[in-house]
């Protein structure tokens, strides 16, 4: 069956830099798969074990999950995701991914006070505005902005780190039950019963940047995978805005070297939804606070 290999591919365990290295020298998923298992690549024991599972077999423990496996170039694979080259072979999917692109809101997990009731007020601003809140689900900023979004009844994504049965931090996981019944998505490029473990968390920040049509930095320090999504969608040419702050303070060093390097500094929720209007015209429907004319 189409797809096989790719299935079996992405229950491997490699990390996701090298599975593409391998379908790329070997000629797609079919051909390393049969490199891993002839010796031709080197592989642990543990990817070999992975790779002996046959796709039905996936397919079937997918099922019993409810979770969707969408293939890259399928009709259901976001097509603002596959422009990008080094975007997933497979997403596993919770949910309704939509196909709209959204607002990346990250940040740091040791971020400050302020810097939570901020967060939270963009993703209440960005939900009002009818965009898509896209973020990580991680403690912290990242959090926060899901549940300003959730207030609201807003619909969002979270892009995991692990496997999306696995739950990560767990006191998330009613933020993520809300993501959900809002008819939103959670999503992975790691499949069921990945642990986060730490060298997970690097590749899936470049989702959230090509699930994004704007990028927004709240608080972060000057290393860390809110850079690391600053970064890409840069490199993706996708807009990054920072929030400044205080020079000596560690939450803002991240956020001011982007504006710095270029990124839109903005301040308070209005003033970011006035930004993301003028520089990407994102807005599809008025925010909720706005009267509604009723002669149209």
Not at 89 to 113: Q, S
Not at 132 to 155: C, E, F, P, T, Y
Not at 179 to 200: F, H, M, N, Q, T
Request: hydrophobic share 40%; proline share 5%.
């Amino acid at each position: 069956m189409i797809g096989d290999a790719r299935l079996r591919m992405a229950f491997s365990g490699l990390h996701p830099i090298r599975s593409r290295e391998l379908r790329d020298r070997f000629g797609g998923a079919s051909g390393a798969v049969v490199a891993i298992e002839r010796g031709r690549v080197k592989a642990s024991e543990a990817i070999r074990t992975n790779l002996a599972a046959s796709a039905d077999q996936r397919r079937s423990e997918l099922a019993s999950l409810g979770i969707d496996a969408v293939f890259r170039g399928s009709r259901a694979y976001p097509d603002h995701l596959d422009v990008f080259e080094d975007a997933p072979d497979i997403l596993f999917i919770r949910g309704i991914l939509p196909h709209d692109r959204g607002v990346g809101i990250v940040g740091t997990r040791k971020c400050t006070a302020y810097g939570l009731e901020l967060a939270e007020a963009y993703g209440r601003a960005v939900a009002n505005a009818g965009w898509l809140v896209v973020s990580g689900l991680a403690r912290g900023i990242d959090g926060a902005a899901h549940r300003g979004m959730v207030s609201v009844g807003g619909v969002g994504v979270a892009v995991l780190g692990c496997g999306i049965d696995v739950t990560y931090p767990r006191e998330h996981r009613r933020l993520g039950d809300h993501i959900l019944e809002a008819g939103g998505a959670i999503v992975s490029e790691y499949p069921p019963g990945s642990r986060p473990d730490g060298w997970k968390f690097p590749p899936r920040n470049r989702i959230i940047a090509g699930l994004s049509a704007a990028v927004v930095v709240v608080e972060a320090a000057k290393t860390g995978g809110a850079l690391i999504t600053a970064v890409k969608a840069a490199e993706y040419g996708i807009p990054v805005f920072a929030m400044p702050g205080d020079v000596d303070r560690r939450t803002s060093e991240g956020t001011n070297r982007l504006i710095r390097d270029g990124a839109f500094p903005v301040l308070d929720a209005d003033d970011l939804i006035e930004e993301l209007d003028l520089v990407y015209g994102l807005s599809h429907r008025p925010r909720k606070e706005d009267p509604v004319d009723q002669a149209h």
